[in-house]
């Protein structure tokens, strides 16, 4: 009796079972039938993969290309605006040199002066270079008004220059600017910051020989002031005054002599840059002793300036052409 019982039970379950999996196979009336949700096949993963990669370099493709056409677009734009300011400038100076021909007093000039085209020009191009930083045409822009801009506009080029473009090779057309004319304490800060942050072997030749050239235009003007009228001293801003006239190292020459030998050694293919001023310095600066000649004399005997230490001699340098 009680196996039959639990045979009809079982029965029963199965047929139950039987049921409810007819019931899920049947579609519903709303929403259709019902599939069974499996997994992407690895096939199907890997193809995925593929494509999201290829539209990945597509893209990357693309952006490469469009930075690359804004790029030549901003130095086609860099190369046509520089042209015209430096034809603007250039006209402008024509026009400035004409007018100074005709200047016929120091009032005259002194108003001239005023109207110069590097005055009303420098900002434009100070704009510019900001504008258009990291390009060729930039860095000519900022180079060139640190040769030949004036006031602010010249201090933020060459201060611009110093920053970021200390190491290139167009800081020495600036550099040998810095030693012509009358010395300024401006002028000696700016070489020394060159020498301090620069790298570049011949930035560095030419800022040691700016400053011999500096020193050596401290002795003239030293002895210009002090012969100068007042009329004449008036001219000259009274911090550059002090700057020459000012006490210095008794030692500054010989200092600047050790820079240039160490340069000559720690930069053997750039030796030449300073290796006649570190002559100069050496042997031609006053109260240097002076180096020793040799040559022949009009009756062809071989003769030494040493031969005549301690006698007063009178040296004539003469040539023909």
């Known amino acids: 009796m009680r196996s039959r019982f639990l045979l009809v039970l079982l029965l029963l379950l199965t047929t139950a079972c039987t049921k409810n999996d007819e019931i899920a196979k049947k579609p519903d009336s709303k929403t259709g039938p019902v599939v069974a949700e499996t997994g992407p096949t690895p096939a199907e993963v890997a193809a995925a993969k593929k494509k ?15 930075e690359s056409d804004a790029n030549a677009k901003r130095l086609a734009e860099a190369t046509e605006k520089f042209h ?18 005709n200047v016929k007093t120091r009032e005259e000039s002194l108003k001239l002066a005023a109207e110069n085209p590097m005055l009303k020009l420098g900002p434009k191009f100070l704009d510019f270079a900001h504008d258009y930083t990291g390009t060729q045409e930039a860095l000519d ?26 190491d290139d090779d167009k800081i020495t057309e600036f550099v040998s600017t810095l030693f012509r004319g009358m010395p300024t304490p401006q002028n000696q800060k700016w070489i020394d910051q060159i020498l301090e942050k620069t790298t570049n072997p011949k930035a560095k030749g030419s800022a040691l020989v700016a400053k011999a050239g500096l020193l050596d235009g401290i002795t003239t003007y030293k002895g210009f002031f002090a012969s100068a009228s007042e009329q004449q001293l008036a001219t000259v801003d009274k911090e550059t005054i002090e700057f020459v006239n000012a006490e210095r190292s008794a030692n500054e020459r010989e200092e600047l002599v050790g820079l240039m030998e160490a340069f000559v050694k720690d930069y053997a293919a750039e030796a030449k840059i300073v290796e006649r001023e570190l002559f100069g310095l050496k042997y031609l600066s006053i109260g240097c002793e002076a180096p020793d000649i040799i040559g022949v004399d009009l009756d062809d005997k071989d003769f030494k300036l040493t031969d005549y230490r301690g006698k007063v001699v009178l040296l004539d340098f003469w040539g023909d052409w």
């Open 52 to 66: 999201a990669e290829k539209e990945a370099e597509l893209a990357e493709d693309a952006r490469i290309k469009a």
């Open 84 to 101: 015209a300011l430096n034809e603007e400038l250039n006209a402008a100076m024509k026009e400035y040199a004409t007018a100074r021909r």
């Open 141 to 166: 822009a900022v180079s060139m008004l640190a040769i030949r801009g004036s006031g602010d506009t010249k201090t933020e080029a060459v201060e611009w220059m110093i920053d970021k473009y200390v």
